[in-house]
């Protein structure tokens, strides 16, 4: 069974830091790519960035610069830097784990459960 759990979310105020983790453990043929994505009351689901396995990197416009993502795909774990951060970034973020778990199957996306950020201004 694949599972995902993120850590690190907590209440900063603007201008600061967090450093968000995601561990993914379970039996697993390939980790093809680490993403967060974050959540805000009333608005739709959002792609923060991503890492792939070759160690590309994607980020959304709003947090380059601001934002790092890093990861160690042999111990299956993702970093998430966040730096001046600002209330506008204030959201549940989502660790997903994209991955084959059989040679001949498909890429699945797993989900962990969430970590909630927020930002005082």
């Known amino acids: 069974q694949i599972q995902v759990v993120e850590s690190g979310g907590g209440l900063v105020q603007a201008g600061g830091s967090l450093r968000l983790s995601c561990t993914i453990s379970?039996?697993?043929?390939?980790?093809?790519?680490m993403n967060w994505y974050r959540q805000a009351p009333g608005k739709q689901q959002e792609l923060v960035a991503s890492i792939t396995k070759d160690s590309s990197t994607n980020y959304q416009d709003s947090v380059k610069g601001r934002f790092t993502i890093s990861g160690d795909f042999a111990k299956k774990m993702t970093w998430l830097q966040m730096n001046n951060l600002e209330p506008f970034d204030t959201a549940t973020y989502y660790c997903r784990a994209d991955l084959r778990r059989h040679r001949f199957s498909t890429v699945d996306n797993f989900w962990g459960q969430g970590t909630q950020v927020t930002v005082s201004s």
């Open positions: 379970g039996n697993m043929f390939t980790l093809n790519a």
